[in-house]
């Protein structure tokens, strides 16, 4: 069987701890942050750990991570 590939434009995004949590940056944190709080602005540039509907279909994307 061949090897799977891995799909780019996810790895680019998110990635799997060691402990299998799927981590990712927050959205809303690009543009229009001029009336969003300090507070909410610093809690975004955090890593957030998916949800776990979407993470059967992340870890598709990426099989070896």
């Given at each position: 069987?061949?090897?799977?590939?891995?799909h780019?434009?996810?790895?680019?995004?998110?990635?799997?701890?060691k402990?299998g949590k799927v981590?990712?940056?927050?959205?809303y944190?690009?543009?229009?942050?001029?009336?969003?709080?300090?507070?909410r602005?610093?809690?975004?540039?955090?890593?957030?750990?998916?949800e776990?509907?979407?993470?059967?279909?992340?870890?598709?994307?990426?099989?070896y991570?």
């Amino acid at each position: 069987m061949p090897k799977m590939k891995t799909h780019r434009s996810s790895a680019k995004r998110m990635r799997i701890t060691k402990r299998g949590k799927v981590v990712a940056h927050h959205a809303y944190a690009s543009h229009l942050l001029t009336h969003k709080s300090k507070k909410r602005k610093r809690n975004l540039r955090k890593l957030r750990v998916v949800e776990p509907a979407a993470v059967r279909k992340i870890r598709r994307a990426l099989p070896y991570g």
